[in-house]
């Protein structure tokens, strides 16, 4: 592993500063969604590195992975979570009221997905336009009733839908996009006077209080805290205005912004958020430089713990961090998860093959390792049947615990 070797060329990717720590290195590592159709493939590896900019805070990986390679063959349906489509109606739902949207309004997603978001202001007969270079995704889409641009979103599109939209929504995408700036630029341009933009992308501080070292992966470029995705949005000329905690992903924030000069009184939350990442330290390179040190000993800690549980061992959820995970505290013998187009494929790591749920319950391995602790209580209730018959389902995070029983540790 040759860190270090390359500080040189490091300079944010956020403020062009160079004035880049280290926090800490994983090692080369396969892209984490790379799914295998075959286990004698060998995935192309490319460095992981997270860093943190010493001038605006921004962390975010070394190395970007031209997004052509990462999602041209995106395996991942939002849809295929009663927790994702069950948090965006309810936002949908929420803002039609409060913002009083009918026929004549426009709500425009970027990265639209399968259309698990916007499905539910179609319904309402506002007019909604997605954005996503998923095709596959896309064409579910289709089926709802959702027109999609399939492309990513950037300058060209921006100039296409310039001030129509009273709301831009973008979830789980300024983690992924190498130039967040110019995204933010084109969203405020996409948006009318008087428009909303709603941001939902998972937060820096969760990952550095439960030592989430699984959800470091070439997918995802950024982690923001508040105050470094502040200052880009001033600068794209946005201004937020609200922000929300959400138990989604591990922990993420839903952030509000309205283009400068539209007014707006900025609520209490802001100034709440703000001081929690002030108390974690996210406001000093040392805070984070102490997260790296704490993600090598949990590594060690996991890698122990997975060396006691009795074989066979079972992983749910061939989510991108069950890749990181594994990759970082060694293979489970196989991993169950309900996404059609991962069933009978292997993930990029340690020749483990993914199959259907149902598999638990024929084969009760005596412990399965829950990859997608983001959704513990969806995938406990679907295990049941398994947990029921005895099967260990044990989460990693925080700590390795039962699912049902979050404080037991394994002798
Ligand atoms: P996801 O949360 O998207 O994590 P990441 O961002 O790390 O990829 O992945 C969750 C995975 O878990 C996904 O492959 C779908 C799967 N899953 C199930 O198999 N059953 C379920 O009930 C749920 C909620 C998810």
Redesign the pocket.
């Known amino acids: 592993m040759a860190c270090g070797d390359c500080k040189d060329a490091w300079i944010c990717g956020a403020c062009g500063s160079p004035r880049v720590e280290s926090v800490v290195c994983l090692g080369d590592q396969p892209l ?2 790379g799914l295998l159709d075959d286990p004698d493939q060998t995935p192309v590896r490319y460095p992981l590195h997270l860093v943190a900019c010493s001038s605006c805070f921004a962390v975010q990986l070394t190395r970007q992975v031209p997004p052509a390679v990462m999602f041209g063959a995106y395996p ?1 349906f939002s849809s ?4 994702m489509t069950g948090s965006a109606r309810e936002l949908a739902r929420r803002l039609t009221a409060e913002r009083d949207l009918g026929t004549g309004d426009v709500v425009l997603e970027v990265g639209s997905n399968d259309g698990y978001l916007l499905r539910w202001y179609a319904e309402e007969g506002i007019e909604a336009v997605g954005v996503d270079p998923a095709r596959e995704c896309a064409e579910v889409a289709a089926g709802l009733g959702i027109g999609t641009v399939v492309d990513y979103f950037g300058p060209q599109v921006a100039d296409e839908y310039a001030g129509v939209a009273s709301i831009v929504h973008a979830n789980n995408v300024l983690a992924h996009v190498p130039d967040p700036a110019t995204i933010l630029d084109g969203i405020r341009r996409v948006l009318r006077p008087g428009g909303l933009l709603v941001i939902e992308t998972p937060w820096l501080v969760p990952m550095i209080n439960q030592t989430q070292f ?2 470091i ?1 070439h997918e995802h470029r950024w982690y923001w805290s508040l105050a470094a995705f502040g200052r880009l949005c001033t600068e794209a000329g946005l201004y937020i205005i609200d922000v929300e905690r959400l138990p989604l ?1 591990g922990g993420s924030l839903r952030i509000f912004a309205v283009p400068d000069g539209a007014g707006g009184e900025i609520r209490s939350s802001v100034g709440m958020i703000t001081a929690l990442e002030q108390a974690t330290g996210l406001d000093s390179p040392a805070g984070l430089v102490d997260f790296g040190e704490r993600v090598k000993t949990r590594i060690i800690e996991l890698t122990q713990w997975r060396k006691g549980l009795a074989a066979p061992v079972a992983g ?7 890749t990181m995970m594994l990759s970082q505290i060694g293979p489970v013998d196989w991993v ?4 059609p187009a ?1 069933i009978g494929r292997w993930l990029p790591v340690g020749d483990i093959p993914i199959r259907d ?1 149902r598999t638990l319950v024929d084969e009760m391995p005596p412990n399965c390792v829950l ?2 602790w ?2 513990a209580d ?2 406990a209730g ?1 295990a049941s049947g398994y947990t029921s018959r005895g099967g260990a389902l044990w989460t990693t995070t925080p700590v390795p615990a039962l699912v049902e029983a979050r404080n037991a540790i394994p002798a």
């Not at 749910?316 to 069950?322: E, L, S």
């Not at 169950?336 to 996404?339: F, G, H, I, L, Q």
């Open positions: 984490a969604n991942y295929q979570s009663a927790t699984d959800v992966y992903h749910y959820g061939a989510a991108a961090k069950g169950a998860d309900s996404t991962k749920p990859l997608a983001n959704f969806e995938i679907k």
